[in-house]
């Protein structure tokens, strides 16, 4: 595994754009909500620490990783925001529902963001143990949260600058 003994949310602080007067949503998936929970943290955690008001920062939560497309795209519905996070942790099981999900819920993000020309950004874990996604959400790897909101920051200022 590459990321085997790398900590993989080091970034330098300098790099990122300030998010203040920007708005951000941040959708959530409750399956593993042990490890979805603690990725909101570190990017709630960190886009207040790049600038953007707490009030700035909406939360929403959805039933699983699969429903995070839609959750965007109903937010991104209403208007007013400069990007979107989507949270969620997809652990492997015995049957091949696994891959059908990550497909499913990569292409939906993906698809969401190129239709409204908004950042919306991938903070979904897909690991083989709850052991490894505990590892990415605030362990040893870091959390990815924290990277899916520095990403956000970054293109929401991308798209404001060219």
């Known amino acids: 595994m590459s990321t085997a003994d790398k900590h993989l949310s080091h970034y330098d602080p300098a790099g990122v754009p300030s998010g203040a007067g ?3 949503a941040v959708v959530v998936s409750e399956w ?3 490890i979805a929970d603690a990725l909101r943290q570190g990017a709630r955690d960190t886009l207040l620490r790049h600038g953007v008001a707490e009030a700035d920062i909406i939360e ?3 039933p699983g990783s ?3 497309a839609a959750g965007a795209q109903f937010l991104l519905e209403r208007g007013n925001l400069h990007g979107v996070i989507c949270l969620g942790s997809i652990v492997r099981g015995e049957t091949p529902h696994f891959d059908f999900v ?3 819920t990569t292409q939906g993000i993906m698809a969401v963001g190129l239709k409204y020309s908004v950042p919306v950004i991938f903070g979904v874990l897909t690991d083989d143990s709850m052991q490894q996604a505990r590892a990415r959400s605030g362990g040893k790897h870091g959390n990815k949260g924290i990277d899916c909101a520095v990403a956000v920051l970054k293109m929401a200022a991308l798209k404001a600058n060219g």
């Open 22 to 24: 920007l708005r951000f």
């Open 60 to 62: 929403r939560w959805v």
């Open 66 to 68: 699969f429903e995070l």
């Open 32 to 34: 593993n909500s042990e």
């Open 102 to 104: 990550c497909q499913g």
